[in-house]
């Protein structure tokens, strides 16, 4: 992730999905992967688009080689501040995620 670091004027904003396990019997989760920017993703200095389908096959691969432990976290993405804030987009996206995103563990819901 800090590949995409915004630390030029011209760097578009990078992203991706956060591809990880959940724990058992706790609310902790771990980041084993992620996905990283590709040539059909759209971005600029403020926005990021994830388009295509190559975040969802490396998705996919990785759940099948980890027998269905590797799931989808989440998604990431940068910002051109030091102390990174999220927008308003960011925050109804992160909601929009929460009631749309199916967990088999249940340990998430609005
Ligand atoms: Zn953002």
């Not at 999905?17 to 902790?28: A, E, F, K, P, S």
């Not at 990785?62 to 987009?89: D, K, M, V």
Request: net charge negative.
């Amino acid at each position: 992730m800090v590949t995409y670091s915004q630390v030029i004027h011209d760097n578009h904003e990078g992203g991706g999905l956060l591809l990880g396990r959940l724990i058992i019997d706790c609310n902790d989760v771990v980041v084993d992967d992620i996905t990283v920017p590709n040539i059909e993703d759209q971005s600029g200095r403020f926005f990021f688009l994830r388009k295509g389908l190559a975040h969802q096959e490396k998705l996919k691969i990785r759940w099948l080689q980890s027998n269905g432990t590797c799931n989808y976290l989440g998604e990431w993405h940068t910002h051109p501040e030091a102390i990174p804030r999220p927008s308003n987009q960011d925050i109804s996206n992160w909601k929009r995620i929460l009631r749309e995103t199916k967990f088999e563990s249940g340990i998430y819901s609005l």
